[in-house]
């Protein structure tokens, strides 16, 4: 099965979904330092509800069969008003602790596909890697893409239901970390 039907049929985008909208709405997760525990429970959770294969690596963090997936996920990628089929600018690769240029980028492949996931209108779309890296821009700290309508091929997820789970991330980190210190 290829990866986009894999992505139209087999997941389950409600409970992904779901886990976005808790890990968004968690008052627990407060600061910028909350980023990386949220990004990292949203890859488990596409890689737990989609058959998808978390391995992340440098260039890439999913495998399905064999090919290798770049997960890009924001809110508000995408434009509401101006061209609802562009996306805003956004990090695809960065250069802190690199010494490498958006043409370096350019020409070193690391992955199949990108899958782009926009947290708050729900969208999902797929690039092929050359569209991808042939779209690279100098951004500040490093590559940046904006992505228009042509550059992608966008799921259809079909209809679901969004289902929170019944606690919330933060405090379960807490609880754990409150654990691990009484030694």
């Not at 409970?15 to 909208?21: M, Q, R, W």
């Not at 525990?37 to 064999?66: C, H, P, W």
């Not at 042509?150 to 991330?169: A, I, Q, S």
């Amino acid at each position: 099965m290829h990866l986009i039907d894999h992505l139209e049929t087999q997941v389950e985008w409600g409970k992904v979904f779901g886990i976005v909208d808790s890990l968004y709405t968690d008052p627990g997760f407060s600061s910028n330092a909350d980023n990386f525990a949220r990004a990292t429970a949203v890859e488990k959770a596409l890689a737990k509800y989609s058959g998808l294969i978390r391995v992340d690596q440098t260039g890439y963090d999913f495998v399905y069969n064999d090919d290798k997936i770049e997960m890009k996920m924001g809110k508000n990628l995408f434009f509401k008003r101006k061209d609802i089929h562009a996306t805003k600018k956004f990090k695809v690769k960065s250069f802190l602790s690199e010494k490498k240029t958006v043409e370096d980028f350019r020409q070193t492949k690391t992955f199949d596909y990108m899958l782009v996931v926009d947290l708050t209108a729900r969208r999902v779309v797929v690039v092929e890697d050359e569209k991808a890296r042939s779209l690279y821009q100098e951004g500040a700290d490093g590559a940046m893409i904006e992505l228009k309508l042509g550059d992608y091929y966008e799921c259809d997820l079909g209809k679901f239901n969004v289902v929170k789970p019944p606690t919330l991330l933060s405090e379960g980190i807490n609880n754990a970390i409150e654990s691990y210190l009484e030694f």
